[in-house]
C-alpha cells in the first residue's frame, strides 16, 4: 500500500524517501489523467514559472515534480519535440511530460489564478479557448473553498461563486453533520456543498462580523447588510447590495444572504413573458390617461419586475410619476419614489393623499390593505390618473372580489378598473440542451387535452442537462400571464357584484387564462409540463368545463407538428 499523508504533498512524501517517484506520480494523477490537485507542491510550481518571465509563450503545462534533475510535467495537449526541448534549455534539466485531462489543468488554472480576497462575478475563462467556462458549481465551489485561509475568505469564496451562477440567495444552513451551502438559481434551491461541522459556526460568526451584526446574541433573529469594507473596489464596481438575515434554529443559527443587483435589471416589456395574444392589450392599457390596473401573484412571482418594467416604459419627461412602497427595492430613474414608514405615519394612506396634493400623473401604490387607500385609489383613477397596484390573490379574477371585500364602491371598480394582470414564473428550457419529444397521451392529459384538439404527433421540449445550465435542464426565466381585461360585459359584471356570472362570461370568451397561457408556452417549447405544473396553483390548471375546453382556433395552427 502507498504509503499517504493528509499533510504532506507528493513531492514532500517522494523527497521524505517514503514513496518512490512512480509512487508519487500515481499519487498526483490517475490512470484517466485527472489531477488530485490538493498534493501537488506550490514551491515545484514557483521554482518552475519563475524561470519563465511574465508575458513568456509557454504551452499549458502543470508542474507535478522535481525529481532528479528532470520537471514532470501534466499537460492536456500533445507537446512536439521542438517545444519540448524549448523548455529544456530553459530549465537546464530534462522535461518530461504525462498527459492529463483537460478538465484538471482548467481546474488547476483557476484555483492558482483565483483571488479569494474579491468578491468577483467574472465568469471563468478557459485558459485553453479563451471562452467562458461551465463550472460544475459544487465541485469549484469545493476547490476554491479548500485554497480559503479564514472564514472570511470562505465566505467570499461561497459569495463569488453564488455571483458567477446566478444565484439570488444564499442560505447558510447548520446541521448536525455540517454547514450546508445552498444556492438560489432561477428560483429553485440548489445544494452546493457541506462544510465541516467544526468550521459552521466559525463561519456564521465570521458572516455576522461583516453584516455588523451583534455576535453575542445568537438567540434572536438578526439583520443587516455586508460593509462596503468586505467587498472587492469600493463595492460600488460590484453593483451588488448583500442583505444578510439570521434565524435561531435548533441546530444553531440560519444565514440567509439575498444578493440583490443595485443596477436596475429590468428589460423591456415585450421580453416579460406575455402571449403575443394578450400584449397589445396590456400595451393600450399602459397608453391610458386614467385607470387602474392591478398585479397580483404571490411573492417571488416577479409582479415588481413587471410593474417596474412597466413604469420604466411610460415614466417620460412630461409626466409626474410617484410611488409609494415597502420596501422601495430598486431606485427607478424619472420616478418619484416614496418609502413607507409606519412609526412616523408615513403609511400607504397617508402616502397616497400626499401624492395626489403633489399633481401627478401616474401613481403606484405597492398594496392596498385597508379601505381607505382602496377608496382613495379608485378615486384618483378615476380622476384623470393612472394607478398602479398589488393584491395578493390566487389569479386575477380572484382580485376583483378582494377588491369588493376591502370595500370601495363596486360601480366606481367597475368604472376605475382597466385590467389584471396575474403571473408567476416559469423556468426556460435551456436552449443549450433543449430536445424534441413527441407529446405522449398522458402529457395532454395533463393538460386538459384531447388528441382531437391538438396535431397529429404534437411536439414538446424538455431540457436534457448540460454544463450551461449545471445540469437542471433549465437556464433563466419568464413570466407566465393571466390577463382579465375589463370590457363592457366585465364592467356590468362587477358593477352588479356576481362573481359566478364572471366565471360563466370568461369561460364563453377567448379569456387568457393561466391554463391557456401555460399551454400555449409549453407547445412554443419554452418551459415544460413539470414546470408548469410545478408553479401555478392547481386550480388554475383545472379545465373549466366537463368537456375538455376546445383551443382558440388560432392556437392549433401554431402548434408544431
Ligand atoms: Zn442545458
Not at 489523467?33 to 506550490?42: A, N
Not at 510550481?45 to 528532470?70: D, I, K, T
Not at 442583505?243 to 435548533?250: A, F, M, Q
Not at 409626466?319 to 415597502?326: G, L
Request: charged residues 25%.
Amino acid at each position: 500500500m502507498v504509503l499517504c499523508s493528509d499533510f504532506l504533498t507528493a513531492w514532500q512524501q517522494l523527497r521524505g524517501g517514503q514513496i518512490n517517484c512512480q509512487q508519487a506520480l500515481q499519487l498526483l494523477r490517475d490512470e484517466q489523467g485527472m489531477l488530485t490537485l490538493s498534493l501537488l507542491d506550490d514551491e515545484v510550481c514557483q521554482r518552475f514559472f519563475q524561470l519563465f518571465p511574465e508575458g513568456q509563450e509557454l504551452p499549458p503545462v502543470v508542474p507535478l515534480l522535481l525529481w532528479r534533475n528532470c520537471y514532470y510535467l501534466g499537460s492536456p495537449v500533445a507537446l512536439t519535440p521542438d517545444l519540448v526541448q524549448s523548455i529544456c534549455d530553459r530549465t537546464l534539466t530534462q522535461v518530461k511530460i504525462l498527459p492529463i485531462t483537460e478538465k484538471s489543468y482548467r481546474c488547476w488554472h483557476h484555483t492558482r489564478h483565483v483571488d479569494l480576497n474579491r468578491i468577483g462575478d467574472a465568469p471563468l475563462v478557459n485558459p485553453l479557448t479563451g471562452n467562458h467556462d461551465a463550472e460544475d458549481i459544487s465541485e469549484t465551489t469545493e476547490l476554491f473553498l479548500s485554497k480559503a485561509d479564514d472564514q472570511i475568505e470562505r465566505i467570499k469564496t461561497i459569495i463569488a461563486s453564488a455571483l458567477r451562477n446566478r444565484a439570488s440567495d444564499i442560505h447558510l444552513e447548520p446541521t448536525t453533520e455540517g454547514l450546508q451551502i445552498r444556492y438560489r438559481i432561477d428560483g429553485v434551491l440548489r445544494h452546493v456543498t457541506k462544510l465541516p461541522l467544526e468550521v459552521s459556526r466559525r463561519v456564521i460568526v465570521a458572516l455576522k462580523v461583516m453584516a455588523s451584526m451583534d455576535i453575542a446574541d445568537s438567540r434572536r433573529p438578526h439583520d443587516g447588510r455586508i460593509g462596503e469594507e468586505y467587498l472587492s473596489g469600493d463595492g460600488k464596481a460590484l453593483g451588488m447590495d448583500m442583505r444578510v438575515s439570521t434565524l435561531p434554529c435548533v441546530c444553531g443559527e440560519k444565514a440567509v444572504v439575498r444578493l440583490l443587483p443595485r443596477k436596475n435589471p429590468f428589460s423591456t416589456i415585450d421580453k416579460l413573458g406575455f402571449s403575443p395574444k394578450v400584449l397589445p392589450t396590456y400595451k393600450t392599457w399602459l397608453e391610458q390617461p386614467q385607470g387602474l390596473i392591478i398585479f397580483t401573484g404571490p411573492t417571488g412571482s416577479g409582479k415588481t419586475s413587471t410593474l417596474y418594467t412597466s413604469l420604466q416604459a411610460i415614466a417620460k419627461e412630461h409626466v409626474n410619476v410617484v410611488t409609494v412602497e415597502d420596501p422601495v427595492e430598486y431606485v427607478l430613474p424619472h420616478i418619484t419614489q416614496t418609502q413607507v414608514n409606519e412609526a412616523a405615519g408615513m403609511t400607504f394612506a397617508a402616502g397616497l393623499r400626499a401624492i395626489l396634493r403633489q399633481d401627478p400623473d401616474i401613481i403606484m401604490l405597492g398594496e392596498i390593505r385597508d379601505h381607505e387607500t382602496a377608496d382613495t385609489a379608485v378615486r384618483a383613477a378615476l380622476t384623470g390618473h393612472l394607478v398602479f397596484t398589488t393584491l395578493h390573490t390566487n389569479d386575477a379574477v380572484g382580485a376583483i372580489p378582494r377588491l369588493q371585500d376591502i370595500g370601495p364602491d363596486p360601480s366606481l371598480v367597475s368604472d376605475a378598473l382597466l385590467g389584471v394582470v396575474a403571473q408567476r414564473l416559469v423556468r426556460r428550457i435551456c436552449p443549450h440542451c433543449s430536445e424534441a419529444y413527441t407529446a405522449t397521451d398522458t402529457d395532454l392529459e395533463r393538460l386538459g387535452l384531447l388528441p382531437s384538439q391538438v396535431n397529429e404527433n404534437p411536439v414538446l421540449h424538455r431540457g436534457r442537462g448540460c454544463s450551461q445550465c449545471l445540469d437542471s435542464g433549465y437556464l433563466g426565466r419568464e413570466a407566465i400571464v393571466e390577463l382579465l381585461e375589463v370590457d363592457e360585459p366585465i364592467r356590468e359584471i362587477i358593477h352588479s357584484g356576481n362573481i359566478i356570472d364572471l366565471h360563466r362570461y370568461l369561460r364563453e370568451t377567448d379569456f387568457m387564462s393561466f391554463r391557456q397561457a401555460a399551454i400555449e408556452k409549453v407547445f412554443a417549447g419554452v418551459t415544460s409540463i413539470d414546470e408548469v405544473f410545478r408553479v401555478l396553483p392547481r386550480s388554475a390548471l383545472r379545465v373549466p368545463s366537463p368537456q375538455p375546453q376546445r383551443l382558440p382556433p388560432k392556437l392549433v395552427a401554431q402548434l408544431p407538428g
